[in-house]
């Protein structure tokens, strides 16, 4: 077997971790194993173009990314031709995708799994050519996410306190959804692209999502007074089922697909793994199945 080599690499203003003690942990563990490793800080351009070259030419076999979603969106993208696994040590403030994986928050826990669990090919999903490893979103969520990205202090309850600032005033959007020769004309509050089954924060947005089923799962959060979404979504968190592209009685269209495209005429705000991303008015989403090796539990 081929002796495994790591690259750690370290987000320097990922949520409201102490990244001095998550380097100081990965180096004891890294004398502890005895490991053939280096520590870099992530690209805040999201360019991994030398470090490709260097996993390449180095034979490296592990990529362990800790930061955020958003992070470790840009980094598989990057280097999932490599043929690298990926590990994560989750320290961003929703850590969807690290929770749907069932990855440990705890730094000591997550390295051991990393030092001991197995790769499994792991989906992941375009969204007009743009990388997405989680989950995707049009509308209030989106706007969220791009009035979160300009804040000084980063962190749940700064999230929180965004999420409740918009909430009251933030618009619906018109939009035509094409998906399986069928159309759905709707105003949404917000539209998931969903490839995890959360947001984060253990908030299951898709419930019956998985990482592995080479599915997108689709949540549409119709029209209604603030009242009925707040009702809905709590619905949708704890039992929401697949409605086969019928919105059901609480105004919530669930689907899942392969693919689909959905106009977007008042260019609602997008986020691509909850960073803030450019919109369009229109997008074209399409699965890519085991797009990487993701180390996770069996």
Not at 185 to 210: L, R, V, Y
Request: positive net charge; charged residues 20%.
């Amino acid at each position: 077997m081929m002796e495994r080599k790591f690259l750690f690499l370290l987000n320097p203003i990922a949520g409201n971790s102490n990244r001095s003690v998550i380097k100081k942990t990965i180096q004891k563990f890294i004398k502890d194993h005895k490991l053939t490793c280096e520590i870099h800080s992530t690209n805040p351009k999201g360019d991994y173009s030398a470090m490709r070259r260097k996993i390449v030419e180095e034979n490296y076999t592990d990529v362990i990314v800790a930061g955020g979603d958003g992070t470790i969106s840009s980094v598989v993208n990057d280097l999932r031709d490599t043929g690298v696994r990926f590990g994560l040590l989750p320290c961003g403030s929703g850590n969807g995708l690290a929770l749907a994986a069932h990855i440990p928050k705890n730094t000591d826990r997550a390295l051991q799994l990393i030092s001991n669990g197995k790769a499994r090919f792991t989906d992941a999903f375009l969204i007009n050519n743009q990388f997405s490893c989680m989950l995707s979103g049009l509308g209030f969520d989106a706007q969220v996410a791009h009035e979160f990205a300009k804040q000084n202090k980063r962190g749940l309850i700064t999230y929180i306190r965004q999420t409740f600032k918009h909430f009251i005033s933030a618009p619906n959007y018109k939009f035509e959804i094409h998906s399986d020769d069928q159309k759905i004309e709707t105003d949404a509050f917000f539209i998931s692209i969903a490839n995890s089954n959360q947001f984060g924060n253990q908030f299951t947005i898709a419930p019956k999502a998985s990482l592995h089923d080479g599915l997108l799962d689709i949540v549409v959060v119709k029209k209604m007074n603030k009242l009925q979404i707040l009702i809905a979504v709590l619905q949708q968190i704890r039992n929401g089922d697949v409605n086969e592209k019928i919105f059901n009685k609480n105004g919530i269209l669930y689907f899942q697909t392969r693919s689909l495209r959905i106009k977007n005429p008042q260019n609602a705000p997008l986020h691509i793994d909850g960073d803030p991303a450019a919109t369009s008015g229109e997008f074209t989403i399409r699965v890519i199945p085991s797009a990487f090796l993701l180390i996770k539990p069996d």
